[in-house]
């Protein structure tokens, strides 16, 4: 079993910078990949970024590649995702997942373990 749990998310303007935090513990982290994903209003889920369990393999939606970056620290248990140059249409509902294998995955059937979400608003 693995717990997640984000942090983070707020209001932020048009063109402005927020990271998001995620702190897993239970289960050996450093296992498997993470992810990020969102949901706004109305819209499914969808991936955004994901991290190979060594941290060295990358993923980005198209959407948000060249804002966003995904890293890790399995020495601390935690995974970030640095957003800049947001928009408003990246506003949503943020959650970090544990992917069932070390390798990155945009299928959210891949992802074992969620978070319970930050709300990110970027006003414009």
């Known amino acids: 079993q693995v717990q997640l749990v984000e942090s983070g998310g707020g209001l932020v303007q048009a063109g402005g910078s927020l990271r998001l935090s995620c702190a897993a513990s239970?289960?050996?982290?450093?296992?498997?990949?993470m992810g990020w994903f969102r949901q706004a209003p109305g819209k499914e889920r969808e991936f955004v970024a994901g991290?190979?369990?060594?941290?060295?393999?990358?993923y980005y939606a198209d959407s948000v590649k060249g804002r966003f970056t995904i890293s890790r620290d399995n020495a601390k248990n935690t995974g970030d995702l640095q957003m800049n140059s947001l928009k408003p249409e990246d506003t949503a509902v943020y959650y970090c997942?544990?992917?069932?294998?070390?390798?990155?995955?945009?299928?959210?059937?891949?992802?074992?373990?969620w978070g319970q979400g930050t709300q990110v608003t970027v006003s414009s």
């Open positions: 997942a544990v992917a069932r294998s070390g390798f990155v995955r945009t299928d959210a059937g891949e992802y074992r373990y």
């Open positions: 239970g289960r050996t982290f450093s296992d498997y990949a």
């Open positions: 991290i190979n369990w060594g941290g060295r393999n990358t």
